[in-house]
């Protein structure tokens, strides 16, 4: 008795490649897959691919939680009592508080991981990142912020509040 292997799923990655194959009337056919609704007709092919990867993988990976989405919703509207330039500010202030030549320590499943700030981002293991999170991620395999991850959020938030 032969068995017929089963058909491997295209991973997330192809997938999205696949959009950029697509001409205009393939994206809108897409679009009602994913989003069980007919695409606006004014979005030209760049926004639909745009929009289409980011459904794709929010789907799989999860999407933005609910504040989050609160807070992107106030700000668009326009109504926010929220100061969207301070939480800038408070970014900018956490990189430039990090001078290249910084050595960050983190200890994880007993082995210690240097990372050094360099001018474009962050070095560790031979490579340069440009950011935290992708640094804790290859390290832990799962999704963290970077800057708590490294034990300088906290930190440098009450800095910046003081």
Same mark, same amino acid.
């Given at each position: 008795?032969?068995?017929?292997?089963?058909?491997?799923?295209?991973?997330?990655n192809d997938e999205i490649a696949h959009l950029r194959d697509l001409d205009?009337?393939?994206?809108?056919?897409?679009?009602?897959?994913?989003?069980?609704?007919?695409?606006?007709d004014h979005l030209p092919r760049h926004l639909l691919v745009g929009m289409?990867?980011?459904?794709?993988?929010?789907?799989?990976?999860?999407?933005?939680?609910?504040?989050?989405?609160?807070?992107?919703?106030?700000?668009?509207?326009?109504? %926010?009592?929220?100061?969207?330039? =301070?939480? @800038?500010?408070?970014?900018?202030?956490?990189? &430039?508080?990090?001078?290249? $030549? +910084?050595?960050?320590?983190?200890?994880?499943?007993?082995?210690?991981?240097?990372?050094?700030?360099?001018? %474009?981002?962050?070095?560790?293991? =031979?490579? @340069?990142?440009?950011?935290?999170?992708?640094? &804790?991620?290859?390290?832990? $395999? +799962?999704?963290?912020?970077?800057?708590?991850?490294?034990?300088?959020?906290?930190?440098?938030?009450?800095?910046v509040q003081s």
């Amino acid at each position: 008795m032969s068995r017929v292997p089963k058909r491997q799923q295209p991973s997330l990655n192809d997938e999205i490649a696949h959009l950029r194959d697509l001409d205009l009337k393939g994206l809108r056919t897409r679009w009602k897959g994913v989003f069980r609704g007919q695409p606006p007709d004014h979005l030209p092919r760049h926004l639909l691919v745009g929009m289409l990867a980011y459904r794709m993988q929010a789907q799989v990976h999860g999407d933005l939680d609910a504040a989050t989405i609160r807070l992107l919703r106030q700000i668009g509207a326009g109504g %926010a009592n929220i100061d969207a330039g =301070g939480l @800038t500010a408070e970014h900018e202030q956490r990189r &430039a508080s990090l001078k290249p $030549g +910084t050595i960050l320590m983190r200890e994880w499943n007993s082995q210690s991981h240097r990372v050094m700030v360099v001018d %474009a981002g962050f070095a560790w293991n =031979g490579k @340069t990142y440009d950011s935290l999170s992708k640094i &804790a991620f290859a390290i832990t $395999g +799962t999704k963290w912020n970077g800057p708590r991850f490294f034990g300088l959020r906290d930190k440098l938030t009450a800095e910046v509040q003081s």
